[in-house]
Every structure is written in structure tokens, then in C-alpha cells.
């Protein structure tokens, strides 16, 4: 079975940083694509960050492009986003992602996504 746990959410001042992270049980974590979604309330659930399994190819949505960093240590099953300069608009509950397979593509689309964690929130007070 396996199960991904977010941790590093938190409340935050607008300008300040956080990190989050995922730590995937199970053997195959070097497999998978990695991707953070967040949601808003009331908002359907958005793509923010994805990495490929060896890290050599990430992808952003653009209002978090130079702001925001996705990485990952497969050694430690884990993949990260570094939040910086965060805003208010920022606040959500924010998931990590997996999709299975060694991809050369990274895809943006909730349901191309097997497995996801139970998600962390995020809050960024102006």
C-alpha cells in the first residue's frame, strides 16, 4: 500500500517562507512522478509544481514561477516545494501527488494521479 504524508504546513506572514514536504511509503518512490496540487475554499483543486522521477525535468504554474521550488531525495522518499515571497493568495490545503511510471512528460491533470496524500494546510495572513 502506498501512502504519502504531507508535513510543513502552517500559518505564515505575507513575504515568508515555508517548506513543505512528502514522504511516500513503499519501494518505487525513484518511479513515480512527483506533483503538488493545492485548493482553495471554494476553488476546484489547481496544479502548482512537478518533478520527474530523476529530477531532471520540473514544471510550474505560472503565478508561483520564481517564488516556488519543487525538489525531491529519493534516497529519503521524499519530494519538497520551498514556498518564498508567499501571498495571501497562496493560502490552500495543499497535496502531493503520484504518478507511476518512469515519464519523460510531466502532466497537470488530477486525474492522471494514483496516489495522494490526505494534504497540509497552508495559511498566509496579510
Known amino acids: 500500500q502506498v501512502q504519502l504524508v504531507e508535513s510543513g504546513g502552517g500559518l505564515v506572514q505575507a513575504g515568508g517562507s515555508l517548506r513543505l514536504s512528502c514522504t511516500v511509503s513503499?519501494?518505487?518512490?525513484?518511479?513515480?512522478?512527483m506533483t503538488w496540487f493545492r485548493q482553495a475554499p471554494g476553488k476546484e483543486r489547481e496544479f502548482v509544481a512537478s518533478i520527474t522521477w530523476d529530477s531532471t525535468l520540473t514544471s510550474y504554474v505560472d503565478s508561483v514561477k520564481g517564488r516556488f521550488a519543487i525538489s525531491r531525495d529519493n534516497s529519503k522518499n521524499t519530494v519538497y516545494l520551498q514556498m518564498n515571497s508567499l501571498k495571501p493568495e497562496d493560502t490552500a490545503v495543499y497535496f502531493c501527488a503520484a504518478e507511476p511510471g518512469r515519464l519523460r512528460t510531466l502532466s497537470r491533470r488530477t486525474q492522471d494521479y494514483v496516489y495522494w496524500g490526505q494534504g497540509t494546510q497552508v495559511t498566509v495572513s496579510s
Open positions: 513503499g519501494p518505487t518512490f525513484d518511479s513515480y512522478t
